[in-house]
């Protein structure tokens, strides 16, 4: 069974930094592509970013309203990846998932979600 | 960025009726197109991907419809168990996008 556990949510003061972190069990971890996706408070879902395994290039990807701030990482040795947040602004609160499935297309298996609260 | 738009944002039915969710992308996303199910606190989860394949273990009563940039998510009878939200997602293009949400009542 495919398990997938965050890690490193909380407050935050704007222009802080947080870093979130995805345990993964279960799935062959060094072939999966892992993403990120948000959902802010009684919103719908918003895809954060990616990274490629490593021999499908190890490549990240992002949304515009992140690029440049966030970067996402990977530990295949742990098996984890990582969310790594900087400059945070009000509007980055929300639940952050981790989620991986059939690489480039579809997201087969999420994580509970990591809430991340902005404010001062 | 491809958008996704879905109708309606939210509907009321009777247990038993026949739901239907549409998805429309701003652009042929051809059948890169997955649907998930939200319940309220939990992390959505995977239904129909590619159109209309259905997910491991998701009841036949689900099923997933359309090509090109209109697609449909039907439930041909709805069940308590189905009161959640649904999104749909293109996989076609970066950044992924997904609808904005329809939430599913029992009227």
């Known amino acids: 069974e495919v398990q997938l556990l965050e890690s490193g949510g909380g407050l935050v003061k704007p222009g802080g930094s947080l870093r979130l972190s995805c345990a993964a069990s279960?799935?062959?971890?060094?072939?999966?592509?892992m993403t990120w996706v948000r959902q802010a408070p009684g919103k719908g879902l918003e895809w954060v970013g990616r990274?490629?395994?490593?021999?499908?290039?190890?490549?990240?990807d992002y949304a515009a309203p992140v690029k440049d701030r966030f970067s996402i990482s990977r530990d295949d040795s742990k098996n984890m990846s990582f969310l790594e947040m900087n400059s945070l602004k009000i509007e980055d609160t929300a639940v952050y998932y981790c989620?991986?499935?059939?690489?480039?297309?579809?997201?087969?298996?999420w994580g509970q979600g990591n809430l991340v609260t902005v404010s001062s | 960025d491809i958008q996704m738009t879905q109708s309606p944002s939210s509907l009321s039915a009777s247990v038993g009726d026949r739901v239907t969710i549409t998805c429309r992308a701003s652009q042929i996303i051809y059948s890169n197109l997955n649907w998930y199910q939200q319940k309220p606190g939990k992390a959505p989860k995977l239904l129909i991907h590619?159109?209309?394949s259905l997910q491991t273990g998701v009841p036949s009563r689900f099923r997933g419809s359309g090509s090109g940039t209109d697609f449909t998510l039907t439930i041909s009878s709805l069940q308590p168990e189905d009161v959640a939200t649904y999104f749909c997602?293109?996989?076609?293009?970066?950044?992924?996008?997904f609808g904005q949400g329809t939430k599913v009542e029992i009227k």
């Open positions: 997602q293109q996989s076609h293009r970066i950044p992924r996008t």
């Open positions: 989620a991986t499935g059939v690489p480039g297309w579809s997201f087969d298996h």
């Open positions: 590619g159109e209309s």
């Open positions: 990274i490629k395994s490593e021999s499908d290039g190890g490549t990240t």
């Open positions: 279960g799935v062959s971890f060094r072939d999966a592509w």
